[in-house]
C-alpha cells in the first residue's frame, strides 16, 4: 500500500523559510509525477509545484515562482519544498500528492498525504 507522510511544517514569520519533506513507500515512484497542493482556510485545494519522478522536469503555480523549489531524492523516496521569501498568503495545509502524469488539476493525482501545516505570520 502506497503511503506518502509530510513533514516540516510550522510557524514561520513573513520573509523566512520552511523545507516540507514527503517520505514516500510502498512502490517505486519512477514513473509518477509527484506533487505539492495547498489549501487555506474556506478556500480550494490549489496546485502548488510538481516534478517528474524520472525527468526531473518540474512546474510551479505563478504564486510561488522563483520562491519556492521543488525536488526529490530518488534514494530516499523522499520528495522536497524549499519554500524561501514567505508570505502570510502561503499559509495553508500542504499536501503532498503522487499520480501518472504531472498536472495541476488533483484529479490526476490518486495517492495522498495527511497535509502539514505552515503559518507565515506577518
Known amino acids: 500500500q502506497v503511503q506518502l507522510a509530510e513533514s516540516g511544517g510550522g510557524l514561520v514569520q513573513a520573509g523566512g523559510s520552511l523545507r516540507l519533506s514527503c517520505a514516500a513507500s510502498?512502490?517505486?515512484?519512477?514513473?509518477?509525477?509527484m506533487a505539492w497542493f495547498r489549501q487555506a482556510p474556506g478556500k480550494e485545494r490549489e496546485f502548488v509545484a510538481v516534478?517528474?519522478?524520472?525527468?526531473?522536469?518540474?512546474s510551479y503555480a505563478d504564486s510561488v515562482k522563483g520562491r519556492f523549489t521543488i525536488s526529490r531524492d530518488s534514494a530516499r523516496n523522499t520528495l522536497y519544498l524549499q519554500m524561501n521569501s514567505l508570505k502570510p498568503e502561503d499559509t495553508a495545509v500542504y499536501y503532498c500528492?503522487?499520480?501518472?502524469?504531472?498536472?495541476?488539476?488533483?484529479?490526476?493525482?490518486?495517492?495522498w498525504g495527511r497535509g502539514t501545516q505552515v503559518t507565515v505570520s506577518s
Open positions: 510502498g512502490r517505486t515512484f519512477s514513473s509518477y509525477a
Open positions: 500528492a503522487a499520480g501518472p502524469s504531472a498536472a495541476v488539476r488533483d484529479e490526476n493525482y490518486n495517492y
Open positions: 516534478i517528474n519522478w524520472g525527468s526531473f522536469r518540474t
